[in-house]
């Protein structure tokens, strides 16, 4: 099988990609920095025996959204699996920092996924197959105050697959998304949130891993996760 997974130098998504490494998967990812693109790619590489291949793009802007899609994949080689994990945690008021932060969340959470299934999707329904698995949050069922534009993003990425799933279930697509709390990654060092109320990363990618796994009559529509802890 063939994995594609955005921003997958770091977090979840750096965890998912070495879980579909140990499975025997092809691997297709991205990350926002050449740099780490190209360490990401060198060190996976290292445990795979099949095909690894990172791009560098960083998907708040759209020319370089538009030049990765037009370059990454056509007919032959789109994945079978589409995981749309790239993101950031950003807190702040939605106009203080201008109108550029408000299109930055929506470009980066949701915008750039429109546009690569606009291009993807017509492939997926004449093969009638593939899964396409958004990592959410569950800032989007429960916003926080303190992260408007963030949370904002996350609530159109929420509407738009539940939009989907019954639309690509004709052509036996199958849609998927996974809203976790509070992860332990980089957007939470030095935030003072204890460690106990932030899930583990690798668990989280393992429990995203089982649904590329499932089973052909078996649709993984939603999955929250929460810490026992607590109700970040």
């Known amino acids: 099988m063939r994995i594609f997974i955005s921003g997958a130098t770091a977090g979840i998504g750096h ?20 740099t780490g693109i190209q360490d990401a790619e ?10 690894v291949k990172g791009f560098a793009v960083d998907f708040t802007d759209l020319n370089q959204t538009t030049d990765f899609i037009s ?85 159109a990425l929420h509407q738009y697959f539940r939009a989907l799933q019954p639309e690509l279930l004709p052509f036996g697509i199958r849609v998927s998304q996974v809203l976790p709390s509070s992860t332990a990654s980089r957007s939470w060092q030095g935030s003072g949130v204890n460690e106990s109320d932030l899930l583990n990363t690798d668990e989280v990618a393992q429990w995203i891993a089982q649904f590329w796994s499932s089973t052909s009559n078996l649709l993984p529509s939603e999955l929250i996760l929460r810490p026992m802890s607590s109700m970040y």
């Open 42 to 51: 060198q060190a996976f590489k290292a445990r795979s025996r099949h095909s």
């Open 71 to 155: 370059q990454a994949f056509d007919a032959q080689s789109l994945p079978d699996v589409l995981v749309f994990n790239a993101g950031q945690y950003a807190e702040g008021p939605l106009h203080q920092e201008g109108l550029g932060h408000i299109q930055r969340q929506l470009r980066l959470h949701f915008l750039h996924i429109t546009e690569c299934l606009e291009a993807w999707l017509p492939i997926m329904k004449e093969r009638k197959a593939g899964h396409i698995i958004g990592v959410n949050s569950i800032l989007a069922l429960e916003p926080r105050r303190s992260a408007p534009g963030y949370c904002m993003s996350k609530q």
């Open 15 to 34: 965890h998912l990609a070495l879980l579909s490494i140990q499975q025997g998967h092809d691997l297709v990812f991205t990350g926002s920095s050449q």
